[in-house]
């Protein structure tokens, strides 16, 4: 168990003791856990497998490659229509959960079989640019912010691509792109100040802070 997991539990208000049976499910499977878009992610040789979060009205544990199952139960879900990879199993009370332990265990055990295959999915790429994997991932994981980033001008879009895609350690990519998760969501291209202009432009004077 990585401690810093445990302090991720430790913070929940909500679906705590859901969440924390269905880690066990997860660690039963033998992946190692992480913390990466603020949730518990669970990973087999550095690869991203499942993750599990809680929402207002469900829990879930997500696939990454969710779209590569079989799902021979037929209970995975795509969260909205833009949603490419990544596919839940939903929840919404501890015996729901509980009794669906086998299945659970069963899916994510596939789950790791079509990492070690090496499957790809062959995600939509902008014309111009290739979109990051870790970049990807988090618009699976959350469509608000897939919104945001798509409602963005083509110029902020591409100088947020280019720098992710400024290093090759996936590590780095998930890291800057959670240091602009904010200024995304607010509409705003990384060079912009927080008064709304570019600090480039002559009208800014850049003595403002600017969103990180």
Partial sequence: M????NEFFE???KWKDELTVLRTFVLDCLLNEEVKWGVPCFTHNEKNIVLIHGFKDYFAVLFMKGALLLDSE???IQQTENVQS???IRFSSMKELIDQEATIKAYILEAIEVEKAGLKIEHKK????TIPEELMSKFEIDPTFQAAFKALT???QKGYLLHFLGSNNPKTRIARIEKYTAKILQGKGMTD???GL????????GSHKYAQ
């Fill in 11 to 13: 913070d929940l208000s």
């Fill in 193 to 195: 100040c927080t008064c």
């Fill in 126 to 129: 902008k014309e111009e640019y």
């Fill in 86 to 88: 990544g596919r839940q």
């Fill in 74 to 76: 037929n209970i995975l």
């Fill in 2 to 5: 990585n401690p810093k997991i």
């Fill in 198 to 205: 570019s600090k480039r432009m002559p009208n800014c004077d």
């Fill in 154 to 156: 083509p110029g902020r």
